[in-house]
C-alpha cells in the first residue's frame, strides 16, 4: 500500500512537470533551475543532545512545479538515567511542490528513515519508519514557511514525531 501511495504521488508530480514546461530547447540550462537548501539544527539540555542536518536538491520544471530529493541525519544522545541511549536516524525523501498561486505551495513529500537506537541497558532497536506528507506552505522569496500531515502516521510505530500534522520550514537558493 505505502509503495502505491508513493508511486502514485511521484505520477501526479511528474504529469504536473510536463504540463507546467512552457520553455524552448536552449532557453535555459539544467543548472540554472536547480536550487539547493535544506536545514540544520543542535539541541541541547540536560539529558538530551541532538544534531540534524538535511541537505536538499530541488529542480524547477516551471514557475509552478518543483520536484527534488533531500538526504537527512538526524543523532540524538539520551543522558537520562533510566533510558541511557545513542539514536541514528537516517534516510531521504522525494519533494513535489506546486505553486497554484505566487504565494502559496502545496507539497508532498515521501520520506523513509532508518533509525538505529543503542541502549545502555536494554537490547538495541534497528527498524524504518516512512511518511507520505501532504503540506501548505506560504511562500516569500527562497522562504517557505507552513503545515505538513502525514497520511502514514500510526502512533504506535512513529518513533519521532508525536503527531501526523509539522511545521515545514524550507530555505532553498
Known amino acids: ?3 502505491t501511495i508513493c508511486l502514485l504521488s511521484l505520477l501526479i508530480g511528474i504529469n504536473f512537470s ?3 514546461q512552457n ?3 536552449n532557453q535555459h540550462t539544467f543548472s540554472k533551475n536547480l536550487r539547493f537548501g535544506g536545514g540544520f539544527s543542535m539541541g541541547f539540555s540536560n539529558n538530551y543532545s541532538t544534531f540534524s ?3 536538499s536538491v530541488i529542480y524547477d520544471f516551471s ?3 518543483s520536484s527534488g530529493v533531500s538526504f537527512s541525519y538526524l543523532y540524538v544522545k539520551n543522558k537520562s538515567t533510566t533510558q541511557k541511549s545513542t539514536s541514528n536516524l537516517y534516510g531521504g ?3 513535489s511542490f506546486y505553486k497554484p498561486i505566487s504565494n502559496i505551495q502545496v507539497s508532498s513529500e515521501y520520506e523513509r528513515l532508518k533509525l538505529d537506537q543503542k541502549y545502555v541497558f536494554a537490547n538495541d532497536i534497528s527498524s524504518w519508519q516512512d511518511a507520505l506528507y501532504f503540506g501548505l506552505e506560504y511562500v516569500s522569496g527562497n522562504i517557505a514557511i507552513g503545515l505538513r500531515y502525514d497520511v502514514l ?3 504506535t510505530k512513529n518513533f519521532l514525531y508525536a503527531s501526523a500534522l509539522n511545521p515545514v520550514f524550507r530555505i532553498y537558493f
Open 153 to 155: 502516521y500510526d502512533k
Open 1 to 3: 500500500m505505502h509503495k
Open 53 to 55: 542536518i538535511s541537505p
Open 63 to 65: 514557475d509552478q512545479f
Open 93 to 95: 525523501s522525494i519533494l
Open 23 to 25: 520553455t524552448t530547447p
Open 18 to 20: 510536463i504540463l507546467g
